[in-house]
Structure formats: structure tokens, C-alpha cells
């Protein structure tokens, strides 16, 4: 079993940036892929980024792409979710989700799931 826990959430002005962590509990994140997606109120989550394994690869949702930066380091057992250029529409809470595959393939492969942080982006 693997435990997912964010940290790094909070409030800041559009145009700012933020930095969320994911720390993992086991031995074997270093062979998983990880990802983050988000839920804003009244709508459904929806995928942000994604990294293979290694960090060799990586995926973003087109309205992310050039201002979110995912990355990992596995000897801290931890992703990273780097958010700059803000706006008011990424306000949501962000969950850090994790799967037994190597190579990420789509949400429904994620295994497991943390509890979420919450981003507010005020304008």
C-alpha cells in the first residue's frame, strides 16, 4: 500500500507562484509513475501532469503546458508540482495520485490517491 500525502497549497495572487509536494510512504516509488489533477468546485477532476518512473518523460493538460513544471526525486520519495504564472481558473484542489506502472497511461491506471491540497488563485 502506498500513502500520498500533498503539502504546499495555500493562497496567492494571480501571477504568483506556488510549489506543491508529494511525499510517498514505500519502497517502490522510484518504479511508479506519478501524476496531479485538480477539481475545481461543481466540476469534475481533471488531469494536470503527469512523469514516468524516471522523470525521463513527462505530460501536461494543454491549459497548464509552459507554466507548470512536474518533477520527482527519488531518493526523497517525492513530485513536485512547480506553478507559476497563476490564474484565477486553477484555483482548485490538487491531488497527488500515483500508479503501479511505470509509464503513466491515463488516470484510470492510477492506483492510489491522496487527499488533496487546496490552490486558491485570487484575482
Known amino acids: 500500500q502506498v500513502q500520498l500525502v500533498e503539502s504546499g497549497g495555500g493562497w496567492v495572487q494571480a501571477g504568483g507562484s506556488l510549489r506543491l509536494s508529494c511525499a510517498a510512504s514505500?519502497?517502490?516509488?522510484?518504479?511508479?509513475?506519478m501524476g496531479w489533477f485538480r477539481q475545481a468546485s461543481g466540476k469534475e477532476r481533471e488531469f494536470v501532469a503527469a512523469?514516468?518512473?524516471?522523470?525521463?518523460?513527462?505530460y501536461y493538460a494543454s491549459s497548464v503546458k509552459g507554466r507548470f513544471t512536474i518533477s520527482r526525486d527519488n531518493a526523497k520519495n517525492t513530485v513536485y508540482l512547480q506553478m507559476n504564472s497563476l490564474k484565477p481558473e486553477d484555483t482548485a484542489v490538487y491531488y497527488c495520485a500515483a500508479s503501479r506502472s511505470r509509464y503513466y497511461s491515463g488516470p484510470a491506471d492510477m492506483n492510489y490517491w491522496g487527499k488533496g491540497t487546496l490552490v486558491t488563485v485570487s484575482s
Open positions: 514505500g519502497r517502490t516509488f522510484s518504479s511508479y509513475a
Open positions: 512523469i514516468n518512473w524516471s522523470g525521463a518523460a513527462t
